[in-house]
């Protein structure tokens, strides 16, 4: 299938082992982020999402980390399996219902 | 299959030609959008719906493309004399709407080729 991203930040890790993808977002007004996770030919596929007025909330094997003060956010996911493969992007909306605004993608590959 | 279906998944069309795209959201979801995305970028806003309303439209929705949602439910994006530059992903979401609804949920998209 097609590539989502040629030339993406790619992040090699070990199955078994923590990945830890990061993402800076630029509008502070945002109120609401979203993680998702893109395979190849597919569409975004929604991972995890935190509010604002959170710093961290837990999924299944997935944490999302949101620092307000630098305008950062990143996904851990916790011993990463070769399904996790696929290009990850964060996204922000500043209200309930409007567009989202995704960043840049980081390429994860699993090695067996 | 309950989630957001979009039809067709390829199109490869010759420059000049005119293409539609339809989304389906899924079953009661008030908000439906459009996003562009091209090879190793995210995607990029187009325009949205809030049942058959358009909302807003992002300045990347030329005067040559235009969607419409005429009864609520589906929607369908069209194309006017189609340019290369307009080759990417385009990618349909949906979500409830309400104060509350943040979550968006993509379809698998349409691959448009213009040669």
């Known amino acids: 299938g097609e590539s989502v991203g040629l030339h993406l930040p790619t992040l090699s890790v070990q199955e078994g082992d923590n990945s830890i993808i990061n993402c800076a977002y630029s509008?502070?007004?945002?109120?609401?982020f979203i993680w998702y996770k893109q395979e190849s030919g597919k569409g975004p596929q929604f991972i995890i999402d935190?509010?604002?007025?959170?710093d961290k909330r837990q999924g299944q094997r997935v944490t999302v980390l949101l620092n307000k003060t630098v305008k950062h956010l990143s996904l851990q996911i916790a011993a990463t399996q070769p399904g996790d493969s696929a290009v990850y992007f964060c996204?922000?909306?500043?209200?309930?219902?409007?567009?989202?605004?995704f960043g840049g993608g980081t390429r994860v590959l699993v090695k067996p | 299959d309950t989630g957001v279906s979009q039809d067709p998944r390829h199109k490869i069309t010759k420059r000049g030609q005119n293409v539609t795209f339809r989304c389906d959201p899924i079953?009661?979801?008030?908000?439906l959008y459009w996003y562009r995305q091209t090879l190793g970028q995210g995607p990029e806003f187009l325009t949205y719906?809030?049942?058959?309303?358009?909302?807003?439209k992002s300045r990347l929705l030329s005067d040559r493309f235009s969607a419409e949602r005429p009864k609520g439910s589906f929607s369908t994006l069209e194309i006017q004399r189609t340019e290369q530059g307009d080759s990417a992903m385009y990618l349909c979401?949906?979500?409830?709407?309400?104060?509350?609804?943040?979550?968006?949920?993509f379809g698998p998209g349409t691959r448009l080729t213009v040669t």
């Open positions: 979401a949906s979500s409830p709407g309400g104060p509350l609804s943040y979550e968006q949920y």
């Open positions: 509008n502070s007004a945002s109120d609401y």
């Open positions: 935190i509010r604002s007025n959170m």
């Open positions: 996204a922000e909306n500043i209200a309930a219902g409007n567009k989202l605004t």
């Open positions: 079953s009661e979801h008030n908000r």
């Open positions: 719906f809030q049942n058959e309303a358009q909302l807003e």
